[in-house]
């Protein structure tokens, strides 16, 4: 054979072999779209069985009742209201007041009795005394006071313990004064709401103060709104909202740096609207300079009587702070007319002298003290468990 006949061979051969790889190729192609599509009655089946699955599902809200029963629709489920706290009632706290008050102030009363139970009563022990009544705080005033009548009161009714005891117990509550005015002025006149103002300096407990009478109003079954007009601090508003929350009372605030009287005026607006008991407005406490207090404090106090007169101005005051407090007290009494002293952190004092001190300065009656940093841990002032807590 010829090398041309060769080459013919070659190239006829290569051509039936790529004729056949695309015939084959075509015939596989043409089998898979067979494959794919469906035919007509299989179209007209899968659209039947559609219908009768949507008839038989019940739509979203609806529970598929069992056969031959109507279908159920659901209600969707809100979530349940936060539970309010229970504010506890006079009873208890006044138990913890006793309680408190001897782990703080027993010292006072146990020192005082062993001083006046010595055989011989010279003029070292009555120094002695002196010097005790002097470091509670109990002022130069009234321990002179109570000296001079202890002295003439044992000299003739006697001096035993049980005599000492007694005669030291009267006399410490005649202190005290138990004819003072303590009850909260919580209710208005001719269907208005008691109108409280809360002074004092920023960090003597006052915010808190207002939160924890809101719990005393509420658990007397009282309604009450509060004003957070303490604008200059961010955290005052937050803090008394979060006090609100926990038992279900209302909190008028206004924005950061707002006008302090202008939410006082507010909270007593919506208190008359709403026909609430009381309303309790927390003031800013920034002591700069006297003037500065006197024109807000002042303002505030007129601006909101425009709605209602405000029957309570008490002014809360840390007991820790013995004779600056004492200063807190003049500024605050010259500036606004208080009606009433708040006392807190009394638990984590010693000198319970305050007590007689702040009253003789400012002529008004101490009428709630704070006993811890437990939310109902704020107590109507009782002149004879107060004694009765510092002699143990």
């Not at 425009?306 to 605050?332: H, S, W, Y």
Request: hydrophobic content about 45%.
């Amino acid at each position: 054979m010829s090398a041309m006949g060769e080459w013919l061979f070659l190239v006829i051969g290569l051509a039936v072999v790529v004729l056949a790889v695309v015939v084959g190729l075509v015939a596989t192609v043409r089998r898979r779209g067979a494959a794919a599509l469906p035919t007509e009655d299989e179209v007209r089946g899968d659209i039947l069985e559609e219908r009768r699955t949507s008839e038989d599902e019940p739509p979203a809200g609806v529970v598929a009742p069992e056969s031959g029963a109507a279908p159920v629709t659901t209600e969707p489920v809100e979530a349940p209201a936060p539970a309010l706290d229970t504010p506890e009632g006079t009873a208890s706290r006044l138990v913890r007041l006793r309680q408190r008050l001897s782990r703080s102030q027993g010292g006072l009363g146990r020192g005082l009795l062993a001083l006046l139970s010595r055989d011989k009563l010279d003029e070292d022990t009555w120094e002695d005394i002196e010097d005790t009544l002097l470091t509670a705080d109990i002022g130069v005033a009234p321990t002179q006071q109570l000296v001079d009548n202890l002295r003439t009161r044992l000299r003739v009714e006697g001096s035993s313990a049980a005599d000492v005891r007694a005669v030291l117990r009267e006399e410490l509550v005649a202190l005290v004064d138990p004819t003072m005015d303590r009850t909260l002025k919580v209710s208005g006149a001719d269907g208005q709401p008691g109108v409280v103002l809360v002074v004092g300096v920023n960090g003597a407990g006052k915010t808190t103060t207002v939160g924890k009478i809101a719990r005393i109003l509420v658990a007397q079954d009282r309604s009450v709104v509060l004003g957070a007009a303490d604008t200059f601090r961010a955290a005052a508003v937050e803090q008394l909202a979060t006090w609100g929350e926990r038992v279900g009372v209302p909190v008028v605030r206004g924005p950061e740096g707002s006008d302090p009287a202008s939410v006082g005026f507010e909270a007593v607006k919506q208190g008359i609207a709403d026909g609430v008991d009381t309303v309790v407005v927390d003031t800013a406490g920034r002591l700069q300079n006297k003037a500065g207090l006197m024109d807000e404090l002042g303002k505030v106090k007129r601006v909101v009587e425009k709605q209602a007169p405000v029957t309570e101005v008490l002014l809360v005051l840390d007991a820790t702070t013995g004779q600056n407090g004492m200063i807190q007290a003049r500024v605050f009494s010259e500036v606004v007319d208080v009606t009433g002293i708040v006392l807190t952190k009394l638990d984590g004092s010693a000198k319970g002298g305050i007590v007689v001190a702040v009253q003789r300065e400012l002529g008004v009656p101490v009428k709630l003290v704070g006993l811890g940093e437990g939310p109902d841990d704020l107590a109507p002032f009782d002149a004879g468990a107060f004694v009765d807590a510092l002699l143990g």
